[in-house]
């Protein structure tokens, strides 16, 4: 397997580039679940800079000042005034200095910032300080605080914390899209591509444990299903890392993985809950820790308390439905069984769930490549007898509904009859002087569909290659036999 890919965070780049790069001191802060690739992220964009990058671990306060000086002296040199220094406010002044007189635009990168407070909680209020001081001299550096502790990094800038109000760039860093998850595996087919994004989401660490030359299943097999595989208990480690009881939260994942999507299904399955206010600081929690998303029709109003939950990462979502119902005989050693009994039949009905959800996010990424502008809002339109995978509005003000199909055949004229007749029935932007239809589909259109196409102005065709960003697939020329 090569070395660790980079792929994607392109306005990531450009932004903390930008920012490291002003005349002007700077503080940001960057935060983002525990794999989703931060610390790559800040080499890439201070790799061609000065700076201190630290990495911050579960270690004594005295320990981790020590490291933090040896990492400044492999970067500057030795000082014997460094040496000297034995707390984090002289040494974080040195470095001002070293800014000041010998590398103006120095940038200092604490990550993991949280294990460096949990040890020394002054630390905060000595930042503070700290930052205030260089921002009032103008001195030439940058401070960098990065942590995976999304409720820590979240409450550092809260109004009663020191460090509200002193960042001039906070970047929350999400997963990777499907589009930069196909480019790690660029021989594949599209079919495998799309599949391998609603298998293992977006997390850069768990596609850089993959191997490109090998299949997805074999992939899968390695990585997720063998015995003392690298992420076969990856979700109750996301759990540990966060919370301190994880039984009745990965009771919930596990519940609304299953299909449990709405509160009064939740409470159904987990017993200990009675009503939706008991279950609410949970899915709230789950929510902030981004492993779930709450999610209202597009068309509810305000006082409606229609919800719906679904899982936000795509391997959590996979996790919880095949591997943790298959423990036992993944344990006993049997994952090719497991796979071909358990897994492979039921992958397709698990994918149409995913490629509804890579649809939105082409929608929302992507919507001025089929649409005419960029869109304002994406998302879902449900009632009781009817769901709307695709809905929203773009810039312009116009409206559009679309229709997710995951088949193995291709998507025909039934399709956009139902779609027409349901985009119209929710209020949701009924007013809207355009509404676009689109249709999505992973094997193709039929005939008289795209023949439709070309009459109704308003209607958009969209399979794996466009969701992609390929090129049109050649048309292979006819060859006729020379008479």
């Not at 994952?335 to 071909?340: D, G, K, L, N």
Request: hydrophobic share 40%.
């Amino acid at each position: 397997m090569s070395a660790k890919q980079f792929f994607g965070r392109e306005q990531e780049l450009r932004i903390l580039e930008r920012e490291l790069t002003r005349p002007r001191p700077s503080v940001v802060v960057v935060r983002g679940r525990r794999r989703v690739g931060k610390s790559r992220l800040l080499i890439e964009a201070t790799r061609a800079y000065p700076t201190i990058y630290y990495q911050a671990t579960k270690i004594a306060e005295s320990m981790s000042l020590h490291l933090f000086k040896a990492e400044i002296s492999r970067v500057i040199g030795e000082d014997p005034l460094l040496d000297s220094l034995g707390e984090w406010l002289g040494v974080l002044a040195f470095l001002e200095q070293v800014a000041a007189q010998r590398l103006p635009g120095l940038t200092i990168v604490l990550d993991e910032f949280p294990y460096l407070c949990e040890t020394d909680p002054a630390l905060p209020s000595i930042m503070q300080k700290f930052c205030d001081g260089v921002r009032e001299r103008g001195t030439p550096l940058n401070v960098v605080l990065c942590g995976s502790k999304i409720s820590f990094m979240e409450e550092l800038l809260g109004e009663k914390n020191p460090l509200h109000g002193r960042q001039t760039l906070d970047l929350d860093l999400g997963p990777l899209s499907f589009r930069d998850v196909a480019k790690f595996f660029p021989a594949w087919s599209a079919d495998e591509q799309l599949r391998a994004y609603g298998m293992l989401g977006g997390i850069p660490y768990y596609l850089n444990l993959c191997d490109p030359e090998f299949t997805l299943r074999e992939n899968v097999m390695d990585l997720v299903l063998s015995s003392g595989a690298p992420l076969s208990d990856e979700p109750n480690n996301l759990l540990l890392a966060e919370l301190r009881d994880v039984t009745r939260y990965a009771t919930l994942l596990r519940s609304i993985a299953e299909g449990c999507t709405d509160s009064g299904a939740i409470i159904g399955r987990v017993r200990e809950l009675k009503d939706s206010s008991a279950l609410a600081p949970y899915v709230q929690k789950l929510a902030e820790l981004r492993l779930i998303r709450i999610v209202r029709s597009l068309d509810a109003t305000e006082k409606e308390r229609d919800r719906r939950y679904y899982l936000d990462d795509p391997f959590l979502a996979f996790w919880y439905r095949f591997y943790l119902p298959n423990l036992s005989p993944l344990v006993a050693g049997h994952p090719e069984e497991v796979w071909r009994h358990a897994i492979e039949p039921h992958l397709d009905d698990f994918m149409g769930g995913m490629f509804e959800w890579i649809c939105r996010d082409y929608v929302r990424r992507f919507s001025n490549e089929v649409l005419p502008t960029a869109a304002q809002q994406v998302g879902q339109i449900w009632a009781a007898d009817f769901d709307i995978d695709v809905a929203g509005r773009l810039l312009n003000g116009d409206a559009f509904a679309g229709e997710c199909k995951w088949w193995s055949g291709p998507v025909g004229m039934n399709v956009l009859q139902r779609l027409r007749e349901t985009a119209n029935r929710p209020s949701y932007e009924r007013d809207a002087e355009k509404r676009y239809l689109l249709l999505f589909s992973r094997s193709g259109f039929t005939a008289d569909l795209k023949r439709e196409q070309k009459r109704d102005p308003y209607l958009r065709l969209v399979g794996p290659r466009e969701l992609l960003g390929m090129p049109p697939a050649r048309r292979r020329r006819r060859v006729e036999a020379a008479g």
